[in-house]
T-cell receptor, first 118, second 116 residues
Framework: AQTVTQSQPEMSVQEAETVTLSCTYD???????LFWYKQPPSRQMILVIR??????QNATENRFSVNFQKAAKSFSLKISDSQLGDTAMYFC???????????????FGKGTRLSVIA | DAGVTQSPTHLIKTRGQQVTLRCSPI?????VSWYQQVLGQGPQFIFQ???????GRGNFPDRFSARQFPNYSSELNVNALLLGDSALYLC???????????????FGEGSRLTVL
């Protein structure tokens, strides 16, 4: 079974600074997807960024980028120029492709609560 | 375009009662998944339905059941409620069909269930 570990329960960062959230995972699969989701107090889980394991290039989405280390099974999220609206719970998640499993359950970590301070 | 919608947003039940939660996926999405998020934890997978058939089930007791309707909406039922069932129940939809699968789930805002 796959597991996802987020070792930082809480983090804080000054507005406009850069912060990195850590995530490690365990799997025997070679092909899979990794995600970072953001959950603000409104509760809705919002996709921040996704990475396909077969792609060596790290994904980027505006101020958000990842450092994907497949051999180390590490998938960290870097937020640049932090904004007050980035305050939220951040969850790292793993998914096997549908073609391999016939279903698409996400396996989530326990989350990191990020506070952006003015 | 409307996103994933869930109802009710909040509800309170007592132990032993039964509850039904509802979910409407994004138009065109044929797969619906349900997740349970206990306070302070990440969501845990309960069920996935695709084309009205159960495609996956997480490690939850038989008190939990679900179904998907011809219009792809879905219901999650929980019988004989326990205090430990108190949680945020999230519904997610996706295209999820072979090569069409992008691996992305779109979540609703959830139904907050409190069991007293």
């Amino acid at each position: 079974a796959q597991t996802v570990t987020q070792s930082q329960p809480e983090m804080s960062v000054q507005e406009a600074e850069t912060v990195t959230l850590s995530c490690t995972y365990d799997t025997s699969e070679n092909n899979y997807y990794l995600f970072w989701y953001k959950q603000p107090p409104s509760r809705q889980m919002i996709l921040v960024i996704r990475q396909e394991a077969y792609k060596q290039q790290n994904a980027t989405e505006n101020r958000f980028s990842v450092n994907f280390q497949k051999a180390a099974k590490s998938f960290s999220l870097k937020i640049s120029d932090s904004q007050l609206g980035d305050t939220a719970m951040y969850f790292c998640a793993f998914m096997k492709p549908w073609i391999l499993s016939g279903n698409t359950p996400l396996v989530f970590g326990k989350g990191t609560r990020l506070s952006v301070i003015a | 375009d409307a996103g994933v919608t869930q109802s009710p947003t909040h509800l309170i039940k007592t132990r032993g009662q039964q509850v039904t939660l509802r979910c409407s996926p994004i138009s065109g999405h044929k797969s619906v998944s349900w997740y349970q998020q206990v306070l302070g934890q990440g969501p845990q997978f309960i069920f996935q339905y695709y084309e009205k058939e159960e495609r996956g089930r997480g490690n939850f007791p038989d008190r939990f059941s679900a179904r998907q309707f011809p219009n792809y909406s879905s219901e999650l039922n929980v019988n004989a409620l326990l205090l430990g069932d108190s949680a945020l129940y999230l519904c997610a939809s996706s295209l999820a069909a072979g090569g069409e699968n992008t691996g992305e789930l779109f979540f609703g805002e959830g139904s907050r269930l409190t069991v007293l």
